[in-house]
């Protein structure tokens, strides 16, 4: 499976930017893609996740500015991200789980540990 992003930049604090996380190497569409992030000197964080069926999850840092949507004809996962401030500077990582196990609490799906598949990660810097 390969995973990677796209789309990472500099931008203003108010303005917006579009991740894009294209995954590819099998032939089935993955179950669950998340975004997540890593700050300087934090933890990574999840932001978002949507699996197949179309039911998304975030936390309260970034609902009503992100909003995640996923292509499931091209298996590419978008990340959109409106009045952007400086504390959303990090590396942002998207991450791929194929299948789901037989029941789990919405919660999981920003947990680092439910995704075996990453991309190598695209940095956004937000300037005040």
């Known amino acids: 499976v390969h995973v990677v992003e796209s789309g990472g930049g500099s931008v203003e604090a108010g303005e917006s930017l579009r991740l894009s996380c294209a995954v590819s190497?099998?032939?089935?569409?993955?179950?669950?893609i998340g975004w997540f992030r890593q700050a300087p000197g934090k933890e990574l964080e999840g932001v978002a996740a949507?699996?197949?069926?179309?039911?998304?999850v975030y936390p309260d840092s970034v609902k009503s500015r992100f909003t995640v949507s996923r292509d499931n004809v091209k298996n590419t996962l978008y990340l959109q991200m409106n009045n952007l401030n400086t504390e959303d500077t990090a590396i942002y990582f998207c991450?791929?789980?194929?299948?789901?196990?037989?029941?789990?609490?919405?919660?999981?799906?920003?947990?680092?540990?439910?995704?075996?598949?990453w991309g190598p990660g695209t940095q956004v810097t937000v300037s005040a």
């Open positions: 190497g099998y032939t089935y569409r993955s179950y669950c």
């Open positions: 949507i699996v197949i069926g179309g039911q998304s």
């Open positions: 991450a791929e789980r194929s299948s789901a196990p037989p029941s789990y609490h919405t919660s999981s799906l920003l947990l680092p540990s439910w995704y075996p598949n």
